[in-house]
Nanobody, 123 residues
Framework: VQLQASGGGLVQAGASLTLSCAASGRTSSSRIVGWFRQAPGKERGFVAAIRWSDGNQRYADSVKGRFTISRDNAKPTVFLQMNSLKPEDTAVYYC?????????????????WGQGTQVTVSS
């Protein structure tokens, strides 16, 4: 499975951005796609995940109510709609795929990773 993340950019606090993660290759082996982020000097952390089969979603507490993950099975692409962005959301955002539909927030259970897209939120 190959993943192509896009949509990052520089925005002001309170603005919105939508990230996309386009999957290709052996997509039939992908059961769940997650978004993770890594800020400078910090470990990579979980943001959100969605299962292809039933659209089941999971979010980190820090983004609940502000971020929405969705998927388009036909493309197949996963989106991360980010609203009310804060400076602390600044990070490189990565999408990842797992053949384990219960991978959830556990990064080590994800097999394939995209290249990352930079999101910078200015105050």
């Amino acid at each position: 499975v190959q993943l192509q993340a896009s949509g990052g950019g520089l925005v002001q606090a309170g603005a919105s951005l939508t990230l996309s993660c386009a999957a290709s290759g052996r997509t039939s082996s992908s059961r769940i796609v997650g978004w993770f982020r890594q800020a400078p000097g910090k470990e990579r952390g979980f943001v959100a995940a969605i299962r292809w089969s039933d659209g089941n979603q999971r979010y980190a507490d820090s983004v609940k109510g502000r971020f929405t993950i969705s998927r388009d099975n036909a493309k197949p692409t996963v989106f991360l709609q980010m609203n009310s962005l804060k400076p602390e959301d600044t990070a490189v955002y990565y999408c990842a795929s797992s053949n384990n539909p219960f991978a959830g927030s556990v990064s080590k259970l994800y097999d394939y990773w995209g290249q990352g897209t930079q999101v910078t939120v200015s105050s």
